[in-house]
């Protein structure tokens, strides 16, 4: 936990603070969502302030909108 809000420190450090966010966002998803969820999905890019979110069926990405 430590090592990534020093990553993510760095990052922002540089001008970089999306992928700073995408770094904390793929390190907290699983307890962010929940193990079903997290089982099902993953997020795959952040920018701007807007998440995208992969599933492994129709039916679980009309279940994360």
Do not use: M, N
């Amino acid at each position: 936990e430590a090592l990534v809000r020093a990553a993510a420190l760095r990052l922002r450090q540089l001008g970089l603070s999306d992928q700073a966010h995408r770094l904390q966002i793929y390190r907290a998803w699983a307890a962010a969502v929940g193990p079903d969820v997290a089982a099902r999905t993953e997020p795959i890019s952040f920018s701007r302030g807007v998440l995208v979110v992969k599933a492994s069926s129709s039916a679980w990405q009309c279940s994360a909108r």
